[in-house]
DNA sequence: CAAAAACGTTGATGTTGATCAATCCGCAAG
DNA sequence: CTTGCGGATTGATCAACATCAACGTTTTTG
């Protein structure tokens, strides 16, 4: 599903709200509310204290990245609150993102192949994530069937999602990413609990555009143009979907 | 690096030659000279011979399909010998390349996500695949970890890949794009022993033109450019790299 | 072998989105 | 309140690539 890489976490009906109150740097997966979008899924309480025990968190600022390009590979990360970026400074020194991460997703899986991480990753705000060492993580699945399972869906998934990607910029024209890209933040949006039709977009235009393989200003222009045709309401980085069902109609609509 | 998106299968030096002798289904990757580029990288015999026996092989014909997008995901696939390319079918009905496989590569873990692939795995030359069953590969991989961290390291490499590819679509113009994949796959044939300097192209300019974004004819006048500059040989689908630095500077070209 | 189909090349023209540039807005700091 | 600055908007122009079209070449098929 083109618009729509999150693969299975569509199919998480509940809503989840993302309140936070415990403040020590230990992270009890087992109470966590995110656990139905995390790794956790369909763990059973033996098997979450084990995750408990292995999980530290830790909070960035606005700003502040969480691993750099060529860093040693150490952990992958769930993001439990917040909103990141991933980006790739190209050899010409351009930087172009490569995704945008919420909460309850795991960040960090290119670093894998390499014991280096290939991109960096940015909090767009300030955030939090669980750090879950990459040796203990995989010592954990060789045990444990279904968080082997877990893992594997999320490498996977994050897979399909870059493929959906890739048929985004090879063959999608410059409004139809956009509104791809306003429907897969909204459907992410939901999914969380949080309002589908209004939220602050995290990212520039600029860093929308890095993602979508355009210029700051095509982005600009095609949000202006969906505002005048009463498709979404814009307001700097306040966006409202009004005509959800008008973003759809432009994907579907083909070129020649 | 991003004209190198084979990761790890960078440093593996030694020339591989691709014969094919036995006939029957079992298949011995403990005989396998592949085994330095695919999943049994690092295992010892004892481990190898439980790989053994688990995988058996399959032969296609050129334009046989492999699995298609919807099929019941039951396994991945390790290529042996021949070529393929992966494809979407877009909702407007084109057909868009996301990639093209060659020996040693495994192609299928799209399909872990889901259940079901969600692309299509096409032969395009005669070819023969080792059948991994997935259920069995996670069971195998729960006793083995160098079986684990191989594994992982594949799908992390397919991140990588992706993501790469997505740079190129973002952030390349047409004729860069062109150099950086005539390199690629010169890199990759290299790697497995054959000329990187002449090779036939097992793809059509249209797949080629989808896989990286660009329309056939957009290829073909690129291809006659390179040619006209010494840059390449071409014709038709063979093709002669003769001047491979003269390709990468094209690469480093910032275009403003 | 002949005919058809698929694939590839090349030219002329058109469209999309990039580029260049001016202006505006919102927010933070003094 | 004023100033400065990063971000956003909007307009004018341009270049890259798509599109349309004609023709050539190779492969497949009966």
């Known amino acids: ?10 199919s998480v009906d509940q809503k989840v709200t993302i309140p936070l109150t415990s403040n020590n740097m230990r992270v009890a997966c087992s109470q966590c509310n995110l656990r139905e979008l995390c ?3 369909g763990l059973d309480d033996d098997d979450l204290h084990k995750l408990d025990d292995m999980v530290t968190k830790r909070k960035l600022k606005r700003g502040q990245q ?3 390009a060529g860093d040693s590979f ?5 993001i ?23 909460a309850g997703e795991i960040i960090g899986m290119d670093g894998i192949s390499n014991d280096h991480h290939v991109c ?6 300030d955030s939090e994530v669980c750090i879950m060492p990459y040796d203990q993580l995989e010592e954990l699945s060789r045990g444990i069937k279904s968080l082997q399972q877990q893992f594997h869906k999320f490498m996977s998934r994050e897979i399909v999602r870059d ?43 600029e860093e929308i555009g890095s993602y979508l393989g355009l210029k700051l200003e095509t982005v600009s222009r095609a949000f202006s143009k969906f505002h005048d045709e ?16 008008g973003l759809k109609a432009l994907l579907n609509h083909t070129p020649s």
């Open 1 to 10: 599903m083109l618009i729509n890489p999150q693969g299975k976490l569509q």
């Open 39 to 41: 790794l956790a899924v």
């Open 66 to 68: 969480l691993y750099r």
């Open 74 to 78: 150490e952990a992958l990360y769930a």
């Open 80 to 102: 439990r609150t917040g909103f990141f970026k991933t980006d790739i400074l190209t050899e010409e020194g351009l930087e172009q993102v490569t995704g945008f991460q919420m």
């Open 120 to 125: 960096n990753a940015t909090a767009l705000e």
């Open 163 to 205: 493929q959906s990607l890739m048929i985004l910029l090879g063959s999608m024209r410059a409004e139809e990413r956009i509104a791809a890209f306003l429907l897969n933040l909204s459907q992410r949006m939901r999914v969380r609990g949080y309002s589908a039709s209004e939220f602050h977009l995290r990212m520039t235009r």
């Open 230 to 245: 009463g498709l979404i309401g814009v307001q700097q980085k306040y966006i409202r979907i009004l005509n959800a069902d």
